[in-house]
């Protein structure tokens, strides 16, 4: 238990479906992030939110609108995605958003995400 | 562009034995570098960090780092089967906020 909880934790969707992946820290961080990670690539940045104001945003396609309500909660809206966006979409939060001396990021579960 | 390199492996070593996990990076500049560990199907957990050149111990881990060659890496004393995943090497700081990471080591320890 990492204190950042992901859900679902499985989803499979169609091309034309619109779902949400969620996601919810306890550690009273101030930055959340969203990951993908995908086979034989490097851990991809896709979204940074710092105290609820997105700060990143790494040229992802319109079809991942992420939104952050408040600095405990953010969702990943999906809408339709591609069969390559499948793959493992991983929340994360840290103390501040700077990846200085002493701030760590702690990762969620993960939501392995299926297009079909 | 901002790199940070890894062999992707596999390294398979024996129980016992010390596995070494080599990585290097791009941004002279970095100050901050991490060791996760991902097992197959899993989130990657964070199991070391270190700022400052030299060693850094936390029980059978050792993280190492040389900014001058840029250049760290982990030494697991006493490998264990269950030490087998994937390592990721993360750096961030410089001039670039953010963390990067490499693709990943998948290690193996034999019994």
């Known amino acids: 238990e990492t204190g950042v909880t992901q859900t679902p934790r499985h989803l499979v969707m169609g091309m034309t479906n619109k779902k949400s992946l969620k996601c919810e820290q306890h550690?009273?961080?101030?930055?959340m992030y969203w990951y993908k990670q995908s086979a034989k690539k490097p851990l991809e940045l896709m979204f940074v939110?710092?105290?609820?104001?997105?700060?990143e945003n790494n040229s992802v396609p319109s079809r991942f609108s992420p939104e952050c309500p408040n600095s405990s909660h953010l969702f990943l809206h999906l809408h339709t995605l591609q069969p390559e966006d499948s793959a493992l979409y991983l929340c994360?939060?840290?103390?501040?958003?700077?990846?200085?001396?002493?701030?760590?990021?702690?990762f969620g579960e993960g939501s392995w995400l299926t297009v079909v | 562009q901002k790199e940070v390199e890894q062999n992707s492996g596999p390294l398979s070593v024996p129980e016992g034995a010390i596995a070494s996990l080599n990585c290097t990076y791009s941004?002279?500049?970095?100050?901050?570098f991490f060791w996760y560990r991902q097992y197959s199907g899993k989130s990657p957990e964070l199991i070391m960090f270190?700022?400052?050149?030299g060693d850094k111990e936390d029980g059978r881990f050792t993280a190492q780092l040389n900014k001058a060659s840029q250049y760290v890496s982990l030494l697991i004393r006493d490998s264990q089967p269950s030490d087998s995943a994937t390592y990721l090497c993360?750096?961030?700081?410089?001039?670039?906020?953010?963390?990067?990471f490499g693709k990943g080591t998948l290690l193996t320890v034999n019994p």
């Open positions: 994360a939060s840290s103390q501040e958003r700077t990846a200085r001396t002493g701030n760590t990021i702690y």
């Open positions: 550690l009273g961080h101030n930055a």
């Open positions: 939110y710092s105290l609820e104001e997105r700060v």
């Open positions: 941004d002279r500049g970095s100050q901050s």
């Open positions: 270190i700022y400052s050149n």
């Open positions: 993360a750096v961030g700081g410089g001039s670039n906020y953010k963390l990067t």
